[in-house]
């Protein structure tokens, strides 16, 4: 938990700095404890709230089983709106500290703060007599919360930024596989034909995209020995298919590793985020940063 999100978010479309970091005062305190994780009191707040993100989903997964909810129900609802009351106070002091509360609210993870505490409250709302579908629905939404960690979880970041990086690659590699699929599927069609299930080639599609990626759900199979030796092959196939997208992910985040990553550190004459440990002056406007302590 030492370096998170908090400097460097590649799934949101903005950082915590484009939200603006208030330049004194108790905003100024609240931002640190909340946006930045490279302080002892940062790494607490984190460890704290990715522990109550995860106890709040377990109420909600053992809540949906009837037996249970028929035993504990109503603890189990007052256990949910504790939950909810923290999250959302949670979500009140962001968007106090920070001089740009709006922005925040609609980036990528303001909107899944929002999303994680809003089903609660639409239920009272919705009459249970009536509606009990929509408010089953508007619980299960509540497993957004889940996506909360992505903000605290360093390993999640590491990740996102190495899916960031070789989106390219794999989006190349996706459009091989589709016209593999394409091919294999029209040959298969050809071959097996109506008469053994490949009706039309987007079913013989279907059946090449299982096989190649080694589901085998077994609904349509090839009868001819010609049918049996391509579905073969292409089983071998999948498994190298399977190999490529994990070698590219695991190369790019091999090599983010390698480089040294920047910390949650900000610049108090321009606010800029994400200086190095090791760094003395803002990248951006060269004034003289503070020195860096982890604790």
Known sequence: MTNTIKGEAPLA???PGDFGKPLSGWRRRIYTIIFEADTRAGRQFDVFVVVAILLSIFVVVI???????????????????????LFTAEYI???????????????FFGIIDLLSILPTYFSLF???????????????????RILKLTLYVAEYVRLGQALRASGRKILIFLSVVLMAVLIFGTIMYVVEGPENGFTSIPIAMYWAAVTMTTVGYGDITPYTTLGR???SFMMLLGWGVLAVPTGIVTAEMTSQRLSQKP?????????????????????????????????
Not at 94 to 100: A, D, G, I, K, T
Not at 268 to 280: F, N, R, T
């Open 13 to 15: 479309p903005q950082t």
């Open 126 to 144: 919705v009459p249970e007599a009536s509606a009990f579908l929509d408010i089953r629905i508007l619980r299960l939404l509540r497993i957004f």
């Open 93 to 107: 002091a962001r968007l106090c500290c920070v001089r740009r509360p709006a922005r925040y609210a609609l980036s």
């Open 229 to 231: 030796f391509i579905a």
């Open 263 to 295: 910390t949650t550190r900000t610049c108090e004459a321009c606010l800029s985020e994400g200086h190095e440990a090791d760094a003395h002056y803002c990248k951006d406007c060269g004034e003289p940063l503070p020195v860096y302590r982890h604790d």
């Open 63 to 85: 809540g949906s089983v009837p037996r249970i909810e028929r035993s504990i129900g109503a603890q189990l609802t007052l256990i949910e709106w504790g939950f909810t009351i």
